[in-house]
């Protein structure tokens, strides 16, 4: 994968149907578009980890793009973000592009529900 937002719909949500609300569509398409429409409020740095981090979600789901379930592909890239998030550098960005993080992800979707909360917390954490 490039990063492109199209894997979403193209490698998974096409084969497993998972519907609006399933990871394809309501987490990875959505979060796709979103920092792809703010990459520009991003610094250089930010817009450099924005691209491989993107690449990166993509790239743990490709051995699921067959074979798979909807709850495996969620699972699996639950438990990939923060992993992604680390070794792309958030611990490294500078406050103003860790605020427009912030101000990309719902608030909902950042501590709602264990799987999120458990992502924020790793990431956080590696970042002490």
Excluded at 21 to 46: T, V, W
Aim: proline share 2%.
């Amino acid at each position: 994968p490039t990063g492109s937002c199209s894997f979403y719909n193209t490698c998974l949500e096409s084969k497993y149907k998972c519907g609006s609300s399933g990871y394809p569509l309501g987490y990875g398409k959505k979060y796709c578009d979103a920092f792809s429409a703010n990459r520009s409020k991003f610094s250089k740095a930010g817009q450099k980890w924005v691209d491989s981090t993107m690449e990166c979600l993509q790239v743990f789901l490709v051995p699921h793009t067959s074979g798979s379930t909807c709850k495996k592909i969620k699972d699996t890239a639950f438990k990939s973000h923060s992993d992604c998030y680390i070794y792309n550098g958030i611990c490294d960005l500078s406050w103003g592009d860790l605020w427009q993080v912030f101000q990309t992800v719902d608030f909902a979707d950042l501590f709602g529900g264990v799987a999120n909360a458990v992502e924020a917390f790793q990431t956080g954490a590696a970042c002490l």
